[in-house]
């Protein structure tokens, strides 16, 4: 295996496409809002390209017995009354710094191939404990994007997100500036304890004010609910206890 | 050193072999099954290959004063009345994330070579206890393969292994595929907290229904009495301490 | 992304510079001394280089909504009575071993292209306890240049800095000396559990006898009255608590 | 800075010599002893080479105020009735797995550039606890030279040292095997809890059997009664607080 191998699994005829990244983070909110649009637009989408890496981890997935390397896979979709997308999905991030970058320029690549010139990194800002409500946080790459973002509700907020953004999303910004994109990240409020479908859904909604398309909510609103119920249970149980609130990682089966 | 060098320590005429690989990993598992068909079935192998990396740890092993170099040992066993093998052993793996890739494409190197395009990894799926009955778990890289393993009693479990199969084990499932490998990966269950001889021995009856060869289990039983012994007496002291049950680490002398 | 990117900002034409640099370390020493050098000496500077690198963090900082990739940047300052200066600042360290040779050889570059053959390197040595006296501890590449310090002040002690000089610093000393430039490190003595802009006043003082430039120093005052009542509280509550001596991990927000 | 440089800094000639190691490791063994050479034999020795590398740690040494970039030296020494030598020594090992790997070839390069083909490494094999006898233990590249190490004292046994030999020391008979060196390594046993110089005289004293050079131990013997001093008042301490002996960690600052 080369250090970076992009299968083309398909092609697709696409018009200004936005590339939206999911790929897991804090309380997984952007993979759960990109997975969420290739479940809801799978009548629209085509699986496009599946990138392979030496940068990823060492490991296949197992579903049903069957084996899969660990790639990212990126889904081309036409949306009727909306902007195009290219979605980029995967179950992990590159295990070394210079594999972020080597894996962010590659996407960028497959961006422009499709002639993208905007990308949308989804993500969760954590705020230690659980909330109620759910802001969608912004930083973009350019001053002038700022009014556009505040119209779809996206709060720039002085200090936040403290300490940057880490990892394939801030490169995005990042990389993506120096190569001409307009390129913006879009953070939920989340817990930072659990996998949070509702901090997923408030991402979305901004995006469908950005972005033109038009989403059902079912499914995320049901593993909302899950998540609450186990939530609940955990916190009876602190309650008896005196345990600290468990982090993600304790909750990693939940959702 | 460059990063690889294969040395080429004899030659041996196979026909279309199956590569099966036993490196160090979850139980030890993987290690013993195979060590222990080198050892049985020595009277047809050959030592063929011998792979050296900077990708292994930088060592030597030393064995009655003598020194060795870490490396990899394939040997070529021409089997009556069975498949054809080349027997991949080791002490280690590789010691990065890309090393990982490059030594697996390597080991798949060689098997292109010897004509091979089948391949079994074989390791240990954890239970998290002692137990009695040794299941064998399976993954496949396509699922045309399924049936006749499950013929040969190898179970296809819809959650196992969780959090997939990681190392060279894996990639050689993965990178097995896109190589046009069939790759499958037998998985014998064990505690995790011993060397296991008994799930070793499970894995190779596995694999005398799947490839024809037949062996004698003498010495494999010797040393599963042995750690029988041990972890009879370890579990009296726990009862006596209340310590908690040893992990592989604490038992490490132990086989 | 390449492993090393230049951006020319802009040019500047400088008599025989010097290259000073503050990147983050012990006490935050140097960064606080350039950053004000930057600012105190705004009106006769501009930034002329920007380095960007795969062998920083991956990741971007947000300053009120707005992205910005990690980076080093480098200003050309004219000053009039006194030697011209190249400010070296940024707000993070190469993160790996062979990272900070590659960044350091960077740096000098830059140096040679502006026509500078002298570096000076500026941090904290940590003394491990609040203290009221603010020496100036010592290293020079080449035993000739110790004079001219110890006649501006500068201490050069037998055993500090005990562990030698780790990072870019040090090797702008060791780098810088191959490559035929006169390097020094000046460390301001801090205890190495605050930011400690008492300790960079210390080395600006001395940089100022050994350079020439003239600087006020009211806004590092501020700074530096602000941490006293900081650490003042800090010491009450650990009087009334028994707390070890806050790190400067616990201090992070403050300064 | 390249991944390797080689300053040339004078030229010997030397008759079929033996290069030996002295980096750091168990109990500083191998390091008393080659420095403890360095300083015997001044007389007739040239450093010859200094080797920089970005595989070694980004750091300068500091001495009376004066820096010194990470390296490691060899001298070249004609001995009077006995081998020539050429000795390697140094502060610090490479910092990753590769880098042992690229420094270890680098050393036999230049050994081979004097016309060497033997190899000693020499180290210290730990034994868990203070020790009153101090053996010295062998691992050689080749069986056929057990017999002369035995003649000389050295001791091949069944199970040590277990583990195999780590780092650039295992390197030199693994990769100096695979060169056409005939490779040893000496290991002096020592606690491990301290820098021993009288373990590293038991590796000498070896050493002048092996290969015909006389030395004194006046400075060796007396950095040993230092620590004997030093261990002792620890114990002291020890009884009364019931404290774990200190491992080498504690005890850096002596020796």
Do not use: W
Not at 215 to 225: G, H, K, Q, T, W
């Amino acid at each position: 295996m080369d250090q970076l191998e992009v299968d083309a699994v398909a092609e697709a005829e696409l018009d200004d496409p936005v590339l939206v990244e999911g790929l897991p983070g804090v309380g997984h909110v952007g993979k759960l809002a990109v997975d969420h649009l290739i479940e809801e637009l799978a009548g629209e989408s085509t699986l496009v390209r599946r990138i392979y890496s030496r940068e990823f981890p060492p490991q296949v997935s197992v579903e049903d017995g069957v084996s899969e390397l660990t790639c990212t896979e990126i889904h081309a979709v036409s949306v009727e009354d909306g902007r195009d997308l290219l979605l980029l999905t995967g179950d992990h991030q590159a295990q070394s710094n210079e594999g972020h970058y080597v894996l962010t320029d590659a996407f960028l690549d497959v961006a422009e191939e499709f002639g993208a010139s905007e990308v949308f990194a989804l993500g969760g800002v954590p705020t230690g404990e659980l909330i109620d409500e759910y802001a969608v946080v912004g930083a973009v790459s350019d001053e002038s994007m700022c009014d556009e973002f505040e119209d779809a509700g996206v709060e720039f907020r002085e200090d936040e997100p403290a300490g940057g953004i880490v990892g394939v999303s801030g490169l995005l910004l990042g990389l993506g500036d120096r190569r001409g994109f307009d390129a913006a990240c879009l953070m939920g409020e989340t817990s930072g304890y659990i996998v949070d479908p509702k901090s997923a859904r408030a991402v979305l909604e901004t995006l469908e004010e950005l972005l033109g398309f038009e989403l059902e909510y079912d499914s995320l609103d049901e593993r909302a609910e899950e998540m609450e119920e186990v939530v609940g249970k955990i916190q009876e149980m602190e309650q008896q206890q005196g345990m600290d609130v468990p982090t993600d990682d304790d909750l990693r089966y939940i959702g």
